[in-house]
C-alpha cells in the first residue's frame, strides 16, 4: 500500500497542469465577469470591456509560451507564432485603450490597424505550421490561396451586407470603409483551418477550439463594421465580450496535450481522399460574389473602390491557385509514370516499362536480346526467413545486378523474384558474357552462403531472329531457356535454340493433352504383384497409371506424371486412380479376400485436405474395405511435410488405411521422422536392390533398413527384385514382401492369381 501522500501525488495531476486550469478558470471568469457588466450596461462598461481583453488576450499569450516550452519541437513554431498573435491583440488594445481614453471614441488609426494586421500574418503563419498542414511549400501556397480566394470573394458579398443603405457621404473615410477588411480576413483563417485540419483524419481538439476562436471572432468583427457604418456602436457594447472570448479560447486549447507520435504530419501514412466540398471550399464564394458586384454598384454605374480593388484581387489569386493546381496536376503525372512505370521494391523498371522499351528495340531493328533470370530457392527464403528478408534481398540482389551490368544492358524486375535484362544499340557485349557477369556477382559473399539467405539464379537468353513476330515470341523464347537452365542445375545459363524451343512446343502441346486425358479416359492402370517371399503368394499389387495417347501411343508414368505435378493435374489424375483402384480391388477380393491394392499418392495431393474425404469416398462407394488400401508415399512428401500433413496420416490409419513409405532410403532425413510417421510398411528403394550382388554397402543398406523397420514393428517389401541372386538375398536377408518383373510385369488385376506355387 501507498502512504496517504504518495497516493495523492500518484492521482493528482501534475503541478503544470493544475496552474494551467487553475489559469484557465481565471480568464473565464473574467470573461464572465466583463459579459455581464456589459449586458447590465454598468458604470465603466468600455473600460471594463478594454481591460478584459487586454487581460485575457495577455494570459493567452503567456500560455501560448507555456505550450511551445512543454509540447514536442514539431509544435514549438506553432504555439510560438499563436503566442505572438496573443500579445499583438494585447498591444492593440492597450493602444486602443490608452487612445479612447484620449478623447478619440473610436481610434481607427494606421499604427493599431498594423497590429491588428499583423496578428492576423502571424496567426494565419501558425496555421500553416500545425502538424495537420501541408508539407511542402506548393502546399502551403495553396492552402493559403484558398483562405485567400474565400475573402476576396466575401468583400463585395459583405459590402451589400453591411453598406448597402449607406450614403456615399458616409463612406467617404477610407479607414471607415477598410475596417469590412476584417471579418474577411478571419473568414480567410477559418477557411485555412478547415483545410489544414484534415477531410477525415481525427482532429486535434486545440485546433478545433481555435477554429472555434476565429469564428466568434469573424462574428464579432462583422457585427462591429456593421454597427460602425451605422454609426450605432458606442464603447461598452455587449459585441465587446466575443473578442476576449475568442482569446479565451485559444489559452484554453494550450490546456490540452499535444497528438500522439505520428498523427498529423506522418508521411508514412497515406492522406485521406478530401470530401468534394473541400475541393471546392475555396470557390464557392465566387458566384456570389460575381452578383454582389453587380448589386453593389452606384445610381452612376460604378463600382466602389473597395469592391473593384478586391475583384481584382480576386481575380489574380483564382489565376495563381489554378497555376498551382496545373502544376501539381504536371507533378501528379508524372508521379503517377514513375509509380506506373517502376518497381516500388527495388527502383528498376517493372514489366511495363520493360515491355515498352523491348518493343520499341526491335522497331528499332537488331541486335536485340533478352537475358531472362529466375532466383532459386527464393521461396525457401521468404518461408525461413519472412518477407521482409525476402525483400531485403531482392534489394540487394537488384543493387548486385545493376554493379553487373553497368551501361551494356536495361534491368528490370518483371515481378516476384524474376527479373530482366535488355540488351540492344550498339551494345558491344555479348549477352553470354552478360550471363556470366550477372551469375558471378549473384555469387553468394562470406557468410551468406552459411545463414542460407542467398538463393542462386538460373538465367535464360533468347537473341531477335526471324522466328520472332512480336516481343512476346522473344519472352517466350528466353522463357524456354530459362527452365532448360534450372533443368541442368543452380547457377546457369542456356541459350534459346531450335531444338529447346521444338522441345517446348511438345511439351505444351503434351500438357493441353493430358487435360483431357481424365475426362476422355486416356488413363487406365497396370498392377504389378507384391508376393510373399515365403511362399511366393501374391498378397498385394501396385496400381500403376498409364496413358494411351491418341497420337503418341502408350505412355508409362515417367513420361507424363512429372508433368502432371508442376501444372497441378496430378490431383485429379490422383483422384481417378484412386477411385479405379478401389473398384477393381473389390473385384479382386471376391476371388482373395486377403489380397490389398497399393496407390501412389503424391506430395501435393497429401497437402490437400480433402485427400482424407476422397480416400474414404472411394472405398465406400467400391465396397472396399480400408484396411484393404494402401497409400504409398515417398520420403521427400513426408519429410517436407507440416503438422497437418502428419495429422492428416494419422486419421488415415485410424480408419485402417495402411500408409507406404516408398523409395525408402534415398531421402536424407527420413530416419529422424519415422518415429512420427504413422506408417505400416517400407519399401527399399530398386537402386539398392539392384546392387545387392555387386556392392557390399548396398548390401547393408538393406539388412539395416530391414533390421530397422522390424524395430518400428514395419512390413519391408524390396522393390526391383529382377534376378534369382536378388531374390535369393533380399529372403536372406528378411525381408517380408518382394516386386519386381523376377515376380510379374504390370498387367491386369483380373490376370494375377492370389494364391500359386512358390516362385
Not at 462583422?222 to 472570448?245: F, M
Not at 551494345?427 to 545463414?451: N, W
Not at 497437402?607 to 488400401?629: E, N
Request: net charge neutral.
Amino acid at each position: 500500500m501507498l502512504p496517504d501522500d504518495a497516493r495523492r501525488e500518484a492521482v493528482a495531476p501534475p503541478r503544470s497542469t493544475r496552474a494551467r486550469r487553475v489559469g484557465a478558470v481565471a480568464a473565464a471568469l473574467v470573461v464572465l465577469v466583463e459579459a455581464v457588466w456589459l449586458a447590465a450596461a454598468l458604470p465603466g462598461a468600455a473600460l471594463a470591456g478594454d481591460v478584459g481583453a487586454i487581460t485575457v488576450a495577455g494570459w493567452s499569450a503567456v500560455a501560448c509560451v507555456g505550450a511551445a516550452r512543454r509540447d514536442p519541437a514539431t509544435l514549438r513554431r506553432f504555439w510560438t507564432l499563436l503566442a505572438v498573435t496573443m500579445a499583438l491583440a494585447a498591444a492593440g488594445r492597450t493602444l486602443w485603450t490608452v487612445q479612447r481614453l484620449g478623447n478619440e471614441t473610436l481610434p481607427h488609426t494606421p499604427l493599431i490597424g498594423a497590429i491588428f494586421t499583423a496578428g492576423i500574418l502571424t496567426g494565419t503563419t501558425a496555421l500553416l505550421c500545425s502538424l495537420a498542414a501541408p508539407r511542402s511549400a506548393v502546399g502551403r501556397a495553396r492552402t493559403l490561396l484558398d483562405g485567400v480566394i474565400v475573402a476576396l470573394a466575401l468583400i463585395p458579398i459583405g459590402w451589400v451586407v453591411v453598406f448597402q443603405d449607406i450614403a456615399d457621404a458616409d463612406l467617404a473615410d477610407p479607414l471607415r470603409t477598410f475596417g469590412l477588411l476584417y471579418p474577411m480576413l478571419d473568414l480567410m483563417q477559418l477557411t485555412i483551418l478547415v483545410a489544414v485540419a484534415g477531410p477525415s483524419r481525427p482532429i486535434w481538439r486545440p485546433l478545433t477550439l481555435i477554429g472555434a476562436s476565429l469564428a466568434t471572432r469573424a462574428g464579432a468583427d462583422a457585427v462591429y463594421v456593421s454597427l460602425v457604418a451605422h454609426g450605432t456602436y458606442a464603447p461598452g457594447h455587449v459585441i465587446d465580450v466575443c473578442w476576449p472570448l475568442s482569446y479565451l479560447l485559444i489559452g484554453v486549447a494550450t490546456t490540452y496535450p499535444p497528438p500522439p507520435a505520428g498523427e498529423g504530419g506522418d508521411e508514412g501514412i497515406e492522406s485521406p481522399l478530401p470530401p468534394w466540398w473541400r475541393v471546392a471550399l475555396p470557390y464557392l464564394p465566387v458566384g456570389g460574389a460575381i452578383i454582389a458586384v453587380v448589386l453593389a454598384r452606384h445610381p452612376t454605374g460604378q463600382t466602389p473602390h473597395l469592391v473593384f480593388i478586391g475583384m481584382m484581387a480576386l481575380l489574380g489569386a483564382l489565376a495563381l491557385r489554378q497555376g498551382l493546381a496545373a502544376n501539381e496536376n504536371l507533378r501528379l503525372v508524372a508521379r503517377l509514370r514513375r509509380l506506373a512505370y517502376a518497381d516500388q521494391l527495388t527502383g528498376l523498371p517493372n514489366r511495363l516499362m520493360f515491355n515498352r522499351r523491348l518493343r520499341r528495340a526491335l522497331r528499332d531493328g537488331p541486335p536485340v536480346a533478352v537475358l531472362l533470370l529466375d532466383l532459386d530457392g527464393f521461396k525457401q527464403v521468404n518461408d525461413r526467413f519472412g518477407h521482409a528478408t525476402g525483400d531485403s534481398l531482392l534489394t540487394t540482389i537488384a543493387d548486385r545486378m545493376r554493379d553487373a551490368v553497368g551501361d551494356d544492358g536495361t534491368i528490370a524486375r518483371l515481378g516476384g523474384d524474376e527479373f530482366a535484362v535488355l540488351v540492344d544499340g550498339d551494345r558491344p557485349v555479348a549477352p553470354e558474357r552478360l550471363a556470366e557477369r550477372l551469375l558471378a556477382a549473384l555469387q553468394p559473399s562470406a557468410g551468406e552462403e552459411d545463414v542460407g539467405i542467398h538463393p542462386s539464379a538460373s538465367i535464360g537468353i533468347a537473341e531477335y531472329g526471324p522466328q520472332h513476330a512480336s516481343h512476346t515470341d522473344l519472352l517466350r523464347d528466353a522463357d524456354i531457356a530459362m527452365y532448360a537452365a534450372k533443368a541442368a542445375g543452380k547457377s546457369a545459363y542456356r541459350t534459346c535454340t531450335p531444338g529447346l524451343r521444338e522441345s517446348a512446343v511438345t511439351r505444351a502441346e503434351l500438357i493441353a493433352d493430358l487435360r483431357r486425358a481424365v475426362d476422355e479416359q486416356q488413363l487406365h492402370l497396370d498392377y504389378q504383384p507384391i508376393v510373399d517371399l515365403a511362399t511366393g503368394a501374391v498378397r498385394s499389387a501396385e496400381a500403376l497409371v498409364r496413358w494411351r495417347h491418341p497420337r503418341l501411343g502408350l505412355l508409362g508414368p515417367a513420361a507424363f506424371l512429372p508433368l502432371a505435378e508442376e501444372t497441378g493435374l496430378i490431383v485429379p489424375i490422383d483422384r481417378w486412380v484412386i477411385h479405379e483402384a478401389c473398384r477393381a480391388a473389390a473385384t479382386w477380393r471376391e476371388r482373395a479376400p486377403e489380397a490389398t491394392v497399393a496407390v501412389n499418392i503424391a506430395a501435393a495431393h497429401l497437402r490437400r485436405p480433402d485427400l482424407i474425404a476422397t480416400v474414404t469416398a472411394a472405398t465406400a462407394s467400391a465396397g472396399l474395405a480400408p484396411r484393404a488400401l494402401t497409400l504409398e508415399l515417398t520420403e521427400s512428401a513426408l519429410i517436407d511435410g507440416s503438422e497437418a500433413v502428419l495429422e492428416r496420416l494419422g486419421q488415415l490409419r485410424e480408419l485402417g488405411i495402411r500408409i507406404a513409405i516408398d523409395d525408402f532410403g534415398t531421402g536424407y532425413s527420413s530416419l529422424s521422422y519415422l518415429h512420427r510417421i504413422p506408417a505400416t510398411e517400407l519399401k527399399i528403394d530398386r537402386s539398392f536392390v539392384s546392387r545387392l550382388d555387386t556392392d557390399t554397402r548396398a548390401y547393408a543398406t538393406v539388412e539395416m533398413v530391414t533390421r530397422l523397420a522390424g524395430a518400428f514393428d514395419l512390413a519391408v517389401v524390396a522393390e526391383g527384385v529382377e534376378t534369382e541372386e536378388q531374390h535369393a538375398a533380399v529372403t536372406a536377408i528378411g525381408c517380408v514382401h518382394g516386386q519386381g518383373y523376377r515376380y510379374g510385369r504390370p498387367g491386369r488385376l483380373a490376370d494375377l492369381r492370389p494364391a500359386s506355387a512358390p516362385v
